[in-house]
């Protein structure tokens, strides 16, 4: 079936620098891409939809100069969290929907800490 | 290997009738497992989490840790409750997490 591909699983860094995370669809074309951040009590918080080739929308109250999403290709979607402050400590999960057939398909997530 | 399985991708039901929507795991740990819920033109929602035991809108889904089960149930379906179902299994501490294909639910009158 359809594999969706997130690294870094984890990833710490400091306060100020940028973190980039990867989203690849590695069997099928991601015609759509969504980024989402898990929040307390497991539930999930859609930060933003990208579709190849354009510009993201973002979700209101997702700071987009913040989170960069970048959707370049069919099958790669990048989130990059820019000047990380601790309280974007968090778990990044995209997921992506090929252009046939139906369903999402989910990255493993990545559990990013800033310190 | 973390592992999540929902062996229905389409599953057909009349209003009234019992429902259950199936997920079998495998995971070397104590597992989180939580059913997320798409509605048509909707964003992804949590329906449940198995460590609350709470019933969401009439669902249930109880985990059984001998059979590695974790299926959400509802005794009499609506036609609302048509949508996309995914079970997953949440391990946030080592960074990873692990949906289901998903199970398209429909509801007839």
């Known amino acids: 079936g359809a594999v969706v591909s997130q690294h870094p699983s984890r990833v710490i860094c400091k306060s100020g620098t940028s973190v980039k995370i990867e989203c690849r669809s590695l069997?099928?074309?991601?015609?759509?891409m969504f980024w989402y951040r898990q929040f307390p009590k497991q539930s999930l918080m859609l930060m933003a939809t990208?579709?190849?080739?354009?510009?993201?929308?973002?979700e209101q109250g997702v700071e987009k100069d913040k989170f960069l999403i970048n959707h370049a290709s069919l099958t790669l979607s990048t989130l990059t969290v820019t000047s990380a402050h601790p309280e974007d400590s968090s778990f990044y999960i995209c997921?992506?929907?090929?252009?046939?057939?139906?369903?999402?398909?989910f990255g493993s997530g990545t559990r990013l800490t800033v310190v | 290997a973390q592992r999540v399985t929902q062996p229905e991708k389409l599953l057909s039901v009349f209003k009234g009738a019992p429902v259950e929507l199936k997920c079998n795991y495998s995971?070397?740990?104590?597992?989180?497992l939580f059913w997320y819920v798409q509605y048509s033109r909707q964003r992804l929602q949590l329906l449940l989490r198995h460590i609350s035991r709470e019933s969401i809108k009439g669902f249930t889904a109880d985990l059984n840790k001998g059979e590695t089960s974790f299926h959400l149930k509802k005794p009499f379906a609506q036609e609302e409750d048509s949508a996309m179902y995914y079970c997953a299994l949440f391990n946030t501490n080592a960074g990873k997490s692990t949906f289901g294909d998903g199970t398209t639910l429909t509801v007839k009158p």
């Open positions: 990208s579709n190849e080739g354009s510009k993201a929308t973002y």
């Open positions: 069997d099928f074309q991601a015609t759509t």
């Open positions: 995971y070397s740990g104590s597992p989180e």
């Open positions: 997921s992506a929907k090929g252009a046939q057939g139906y369903g999402y398909t």
